[in-house]
T-cell receptor, first 111, second 112 residues
């Protein structure tokens, strides 16, 4: 069974701080996606990474895919209360197989 | 373009009953996946349909079933409900199988 481990599980920070959350697996991903889920809503796709070593930026969010395609990180610069939510990573381990989701990092940004 | 819609949004049932949940994907999307989300287990894959065919099924008992219609709308059914079936059931659609998924808001099922 392929597993995705996300850390930390919970993170509470002050507005303006920087943070990094991690997504790790012992298996190689074909591709990896990051989602954010707010209370009462479904997850919303933030980014997809495919190539080892790839870095993608989305405003204050920076996503990195590990060289070996077994891990990924999400870095948020100058966090804002609007960044509050559950951040989920989801990996595809080989073509046409279901996404495997991590349990998520629950982020709370306090004004 | 309208997003993924799920009905109903909230549902309360008692043990032993059955329930049917509905999902309308984004227009043009042919793949619909269903997930169960609980605080303890996170998001777990139930099944995926593509062009009315079930392509993959997760590790759930046979009480969980689904189908997809010719217009890509999908339903999932849970029979003989158990307390542990209480969860948020999410539907997601995509252009092709397991491409980037667009999720609906979910149906919150409570089993008493």
């Amino acid at each position: 069974t392929q597993l995705l481990e996300q850390s930390p599980q919970f993170l509470s920070i002050q507005e303006g701080e920087n943070l990094t959350v991690y997504c790790n697996s012992s298996s190689v991903f074909s591709s990896l996606q990051w989602y954010r889920q707010e209370p009462g809503e479904g997850p919303v796709l933030l980014v997809t990474v495919v190539t080892g070593g790839e870095v993608k930026k989305l405003k204050r969010l920076t996503f990195q895919f590990g060289d070996a395609r077994k891990d990924s990180s999400l870095h948020i610069t100058a966090a804002q209360p609007g960044d509050t939510g559950l951040y989920l990573c989801a990996g595809v381990f080989r073509g046409n197989t279901p996404l495997v989701f991590g349990k998520g990092t629950r982020l709370s940004v306090i004004a | 373009k309208a997003g993924v819609t799920q009905t109903p949004r909230y549902l309360i049932k008692t043990r032993g009953q059955q329930v049917t949940l509905s999902c309308s994907p984004i227009s043009g999307h042919r793949s619909v996946s269903w997930y169960q989300q609980t605080p303890g287990q996170g998001l777990q894959f139930l099944f995926e349909y593509f062009s009315e065919t079930q392509r993959n099924k997760g590790n759930f008992p046979g009480r969980f079933s689904g189908r997809q219609f010719s217009n890509s709308r999908s339903e999932m059914n849970v029979s003989t409900l158990e307390l542990g079936d209480s969860a948020l059931y999410l539907c997601a659609s995509s252009w092709e199988i397991y491409n980037e998924q667009f999720f609906g808001p979910g149906t919150r099922l409570t089993v008493l």
